[in-house]
């Protein structure tokens, strides 16, 4: 609950500066689904039936590739996931921590390869992502953009696109078409 109002609930994303957007009223839940609703409470199972595997780190994606005693494991795991016996959640954080580690070392330097297999997962209705279009928009972004040169930018590209809201940034080849609020001199 949101407590810089004076206890009045303003919906379930604690605002940063202590007000609102003044494009939503109080009451209004966040466009951008957070994780952590009025309660304060952390995220429940999608589906009781379904083995919880709590927040997938990004190993769990990465050790499949390599001949390490933990490729079976992950590998299983991930099939899981695949056929709706398991379901986990991803943090963003861990999504750009793998756009960078798969990039690297094992799909070495094709960004489609590893947008495709990112997507593979982040699309299935067991893996669990907060705003999942944006998040699969900004892959597609960052795959298919060559002016687009990190995730970080690809997703605050998609959530522009998604929330109408601008961005404010120096950097206006990343952002083309998108309203910026940075005060250039002309």
């Known amino acids: 609950m949101n407590t810089s109002t004076g206890g009045a609930s303003t919906g379930p994303c604690p ?91 094992v799909f070495r330097q094709d960004r489609k390869a590893v947008a495709d297999y990112l997507s593979t997962f982040i699309g299935l209705e067991t893996v669990q992502v907060e705003n999942k279009p944006a998040v699969l928009k900004a892959l597609y972004y960052w795959a298919a953009d060559p002016t687009c040169d990190s995730f970080g930018d690809a997703r605050l590209r998609a959530l522009a696109e998604a929330t109408g809201l601008p961005v404010c940034t120096a950097n206006r080849k990343h952002f083309r078409g998108i309203p910026n609020t940075f005060p250039f001199r002309a």
Not at 28 to 39: D, H, N, V
Not at 43 to 48: I, Q, S
Not at 77 to 85: C, I, K, N, S, V
């Open 15 to 105: 605002p940063i500066s202590g007000r609102r957007s003044p494009r939503m009223s109080p009451g209004t839940p966040c466009r951008l689904r957070c994780w952590i609703g009025p309660s304060g409470r952390r995220p429940r199972p999608v589906n009781a039936e379904r083995r919880q595997l709590g927040w997938l780190d990004a190993n769990l994606f990465i050790h499949p590739f390599f001949r390490d005693p933990l490729a079976e494991t992950c590998k299983a795991l991930l099939a899981d996931l695949q056929q709706g016996r398991a379901e986990g959640f991803l943090d963003l954080i861990t999504i750009h921590e793998l756009t960078y580690a798969l990039y690297r070392h």
